[in-house]
């Protein structure tokens, strides 16, 4: 039998504002967690139930040397960029945007969803790209909803959609620079699920809803809480209480590190001192590109 990976820390997630004041939940980066190899970020947006016309989001910024992966719950929000793209992500859809080089772009919510107001919910895992990759030309791959692959446990009690990685004979159909698990678990009370993860990855559960137990001993642990797990075993075991009144849900995520010096300046995240002032330049000169409005 594989081993069950303990928890090695848990860290909640700290509320602050983001981009033009809308709220989010952040595990990391905080003072107690800079990163977690190869991931750089986790924010959850909301839930935030916003009245006609006040809804927010973030105004043009750019950003180089990584990846950033956008998965909405709910409400809908926009999105423009320097290279000409734009779109609309609606609840369940994915955006896996790979800014390399550079990009400077836009997430505002949804005209129509700005005029009626209702609930933002959704969350943005920002992904290190490897020093050979942080020049590459940016990419996007759009997933909606109902393209996202899903599994189902043999018992029927837990679902999982799969962002990246494999998981309950599902597999995902996003492409990663580097390999990297991404899925959100549903379960139902009283379920239980065991998924593999390779021994050499950094792997995190982060909580959406519920109480879920996690570990080898049932460890339960709130929402908006980050599990970090030791790098002691082959499985991690996620689970609901029996007595939940509700479906439990908790995004697992993990990836193999990638061992590199991390230099941040805000929006940029290169390997040295040095590109990040290139970086700054770059942008500075419009380099970038702009986005039309």
Request: avoid cysteine; charge should be negative.
């Amino acid at each position: 039998m594989p081993a069950i990976r303990s928890i090695e820390r848990v860290f909640p997630a700290v509320r602050t504002t983001e981009g033009g004041g809308f709220i989010v939940h952040r595990p990391f980066p905080t003072r107690q967690l800079m990163d977690f190899d190869p991931f750089l970020l986790l924010d959850e947006m909301g839930p935030t139930d916003y009245a006609p016309g006040a809804a927010k989001g973030a105004p043009d910024h750019p950003h180089r040397g990584f990846e950033t992966v956008t998965y909405m719950l709910a409400g809908r929000f926009g999105h423009k960029d320097s290279s000409g793209q734009s779109g609309t992500l609606n609840p369940g859809d994915v955006q896996w945007m790979t800014a390399g080089a550079g990009v400077i772009h836009s997430e505002m919510p949804d005209p129509e969803f700005t005029r009626t107001g209702g609930r933002m919910h959704g969350l943005q895992l920002w992904v290190n790209l490897p020093a050979r990759d942080k020049m590459i030309a940016p990419r996007y791959q759009e997933m909606p909803h109902a393209s996202i692959p899903q599994g189902r446990s043999a018992d029927g009690k837990a679902t999982v959609k799969v962002i990246a990685g494999e998981s309950l004979g599902a597999q995902a159909a996003i492409e990663t620079r580097t390999p990297i698990l991404y899925l959100h678990f549903t379960l139902a009370p009283g379920a239980r699920v065991e998924q593999p993860v390779p021994h050499a990855w950094n792997v995190f559960a982060y909580g959406l809803a519920g109480k879920a137990l996690y570990g080898d001993h049932a460890e339960p642990i709130d929402a908006q809480h980050m599990v970090a797990f030791a790098g002691d075993g082959e499985t991690v075991t996620i689970a609901a209480p029996a007595d939940a009144t509700e479906p439990v849900e908790v995004l697992l995520i993990g990836g193999l590190p990638l061992n590199e010096p991390v230099v941040r300046y805000g929006p940029f995240v290169m390997n040295t001192e040095d590109e990040i002032r290139q970086a700054v330049l770059d942008y500075q000169a419009g380099r970038m590109g702009r986005i039309s409005h």
